[in-house]
């Protein structure tokens, strides 16, 4: 019972954290420190990457009328969406860059650079970016206030970005698009909602990898272990998106940099001081 709890809070932490660009793992890094679940390396490693399939499954739930091609016209007529398929064929194209990289290295990356030092590094440095970037941006007027307007060049040079945080743990992958897409004058909803539609296949194909990797011989508890978290990132992602696309009609990103540098010293604290 205790380790399911344990599920429970991993996926509250998952749901909040891997749509703030705050960091999900450097989030559970320190979770699994704090409470460690008693499983396997393998199965958490696997646990770590699937759990996240609940907060996909929140995005296609809330905007499913965005990125659903096919749909009725008063309910008595079939239309095609053109635009959002063309939206589509522009998130695959910035997929290209993590896929590869993700495909060829996952192994290495994850024995190299899968680490509390690399970690506290990506929060900070990310952390300082986005405070940069938005002191530049002050006045700025986006020149891409719609997902209409998005170009290919656009979606590939944040996909450019997210392939820093495929490579860098810590980085956080919506931290790393936001910042990417608001560098190049997209607006901070548009940079929002972009990446949040750029997760769902990148998180999907992480997931299979991993699954595949794994095997699907899970015990009796590891399978409801990963389920808990699962359903409960999906119930926290619910609230989450729709407290950040409405925190970003009003404020900025500052303060998400502000609490990735404190994140990150504390980090470091923990793991060289404390540990």
Known sequence: ML??????????????????????????ILLNELMPLKVSADFYSMFEVVIQLGAIMAVVVLFWQKIWPFQWKDKTKP?????????WFQILAACIPAAVVGLLFDDVLEKYLYNYVVVALALIVFGIAFILVEN??????????????????????????QLIAAIFPGTSRSGATIVG??????????????????AIPVMFGASLLKLVKHGFAFT?????????????????????LKFLLNYIKKHDFKVFGWYRIVLGVLVLFYFLVVR
Do not use: C
């Not at 380790?3 to 559970?28: D, N, Q, R």
């Not at 009796?220 to 989450?240: C, D, R």
């Open 220 to 240: 009796g508890q590891e399978a409801w272990i990963l389920m808990i978290g699962m359903f409960v990132a999906f119930a926290v992602s619910l609230f989450v």
């Open 136 to 161: 530049r941006n002050r006045g700025m007027r986006p020149s891409v206030t719609s997902l209409s307007q998005m170009t290919y060049k656009t979606a590939l040079i944040i996909g450019m970005f």
């Open 79 to 87: 239309v095609i969406k053109k635009d959002i398929f063309v939206m």
């Open 181 to 198: 897409a608001l560098m190049i004058g997209v607006s901070r909803t548009v940079a929002a909602e972009f990446t949040f539609f750029l």
């Open 3 to 28: 380790e399911f709890l344990k599920a429970v809070i991993f996926g509250i932490v998952e749901g909040i954290t891997e749509w703030l660009p705050i960091s999900s793992t450097g989030h559970m």
